[in-house]
């Protein structure tokens, strides 16, 4: 940095009144801060480094006070840094602003693959630290597991599964696998049972893999109950929200199974609780229905987040998850972003594979394409419903993928010739359930006749818009709420 720059920066802080992920400001006028460690750390565990720049106290209205000595400070603050493993090499700069001297150190980051930096007066676990915001916040075991997995090349979808057998794993799925596999590779023909479970990673000595749990077991849950997915769809723009009755979930359930067969139940769920629109072909006139989402986005974010997952002991008490909002959908996969990719790459590069072995099992059994063109896939299916990209946050233990259902302009609505009128109940439907309720029913009932399981989601999403139109009528209109209440056909 040049002094020029530094004195840049500084009027941007001052008017800022803030530090930043990668500003840390210290007064430094009566002496040198005797903790640096903390930002050094997370400073040096951070794609961007990071900035600590001395002569600036936030208690005094971000006043420049300059540093007590530009020489001795820098010779401190150097030997904090060959404190640290691997030790820091910051550089610094000086500049005069108004009659004082400021100065900066420079934090490269390091290299990911010696990461994480930490104190070494108190030690790794200690001593290693991880930038929040403006704050430097102590790493977790996990964030610490994730930097030593990938620097030892440790992949928890190969670790065997103690409990297990290979009684666990379904025979029929399991041999045409393996036949399968033999037809791509002659030479497996050659090898004995346990060599060949060996090669493809299914077995580990009389033991299976997770990988193979997940993609073959009988019942996967039955071990690790937590790999499944959670979906529930809320009523409001935030988990705790609720509607008119008090419900927080309009829907919830916990799909198991193996990889491919979540897959398959989670896209039933999300078809399920989709609201239906209707396109109409400007040169045609053929109307077809769209769902709110589309199809093809929602199922290659549900199989990243079960194939990408982080496997290790550390998340395994973790489900992946599907959340319906009123505004946007979340899919939510345990674990951060694997090794050096970072969200700015996704889509781009070629990222580091987690699950190396449960990937190549899983592209057999769900047509997944492993070649890394799920996020470009979900990109390109947005923007052709008109929808605002995907958005994909990295957070400290977990992965999020958000879709919206923010649609583009009104007047480009009409060009496109989509009519935005919901069709979530059917004209059929509709007509079927006035006919039932010519003898007053109860809402268990309605939903019995509906073939849904959630009562409140037949109410609102059936029942209440005939109310609105004047079509049904409530036995208690004065207590709307009352368990006594039923509905009954107005004519």
């Excluded at 603050?77 to 493993?85: G, K, P, R």
């Excluded at 093809?296 to 992946?320: C, F, K, Q």
């Excluded at 946050?393 to 302009?409: L, S, W």
Aim: proline residues 5%; aromatic residues 8%; neutral net charge.
């Amino acid at each position: 940095m040049l002094p020029n720059e530094l004195k840049d920066l500084v009027i941007r802080v001052r008017k800022q009144k803030a530090e930043s992920q990668t500003i840390e400001l210290k007064a430094a006028h009566k002496g040198t801060p005797k903790r640096l460690y903390d930002t050094l750390s997370s400073f040096s565990n951070q794609d961007s480094g990071g900035i600590i720049i001395f002569g600036i106290d936030e208690k005094k209205d971000y006043a420049v006070v300059g540093v007590y000595d530009a020489q001795d400070l820098q010779k401190r603050v150097t030997a904090q840094c060959n404190q640290m493993e691997p030790p820091v090499r910051a550089l610094f700069t000086l500049t005069e602003i108004d009659g004082v001297w400021v100065c900066s150190a420079e934090i490269p980051s390091i290299a990911y693959t010696q990461r994480p930096c930490y104190y070494t007066g108190v030690g790794r676990v200690k001593g290693a630290y991880i930038r929040v915001g403006d704050a430097d916040q102590l790493m977790t075991e996990y964030e610490l597991y994730s930097f030593e997995a990938f620097r030892k090349h440790l992949h928890d979808d190969e670790r065997p599964v103690e409990r297990a057998t290979r009684a666990v794993l379904n025979k029929k799925t399991l041999t045409a696998y393996i036949a399968e596999r033999k037809r791509e590779r002659p030479g497996f023909a050659q090898m004995s049972e346990a060599q060949t479970d060996e090669m493809l990673n299914l077995m580990r000595g009389d033991r299976p893999t997770l990988a193979a749990v997940m993609n073959f077991g009988i019942y996967p849950q039955g071990l690790f109950p937590q790999l499944c997915i959670t979906a529930v769809v809320v009523p409001g723009t935030e988990i705790g929200d609720v509607d008119q009755h008090d419900v927080r979930f309009l829907d919830n359930r916990r799909i198991e199974g193996t990889i491919s067969e979540m897959v398959e139940a989670a896209l039933v769920f999300c078809r399920h609780n989709m609201k239906t629109r209707t396109i109409i072909d400007s040169e045609t006139g053929l109307r077809k229905d769209r769902t709110e989402y589309p199809i093809e986005a929602i199922r290659e974010a549900v199989l990243n987040a079960l194939i990408h997952r982080d496997y290790s002991l550390y998340t395994e008490g973790t489900p992946v998850q599907i959340n319906f909002f009123a505004n946007r959908l979340e899919i939510h996969s345990p674990g951060n972003l694997y090794g050096r990719m970072s969200v700015e790459q996704l889509g781009y590069a070629k990222p580091d594979q987690r699950n190396p072995a449960l990937a190549v099992m899983a592209e057999s059994l769900t047509s997944a394409e492993n070649r890394y063109s799920g996020i470009p896939t979900m990109r390109r299916a947005m923007k052709k419903y008109h929808l605002s990209a995907p958005e994909f946050k990295n957070g400290r233990d977990e992965f999020v993928v958000t879709f919206y259902n923010a649609m583009i302009d009104q007047e480009d609505r009409v060009d496109k010739g989509v009519d935005f009128r919901e069709t979530v109940q059917s004209e059929s439907s509709t007509k079927d359930l006035i006919a039932f309720c010519q003898h007053p029913r109860s809402r268990q009932e309605i939903a019995d006749y509906l073939e849904i399981k959630t009562v409140f989601y037949a109410m609102s999403k059936y029942v209440q818009p005939l109310i609105d139109a004047g079509k049904i009528g409530m036995t208690i209109p004065d207590k709307p709420k009352s368990r006594k209440q039923k509905y009954f056909t107005i004519k």
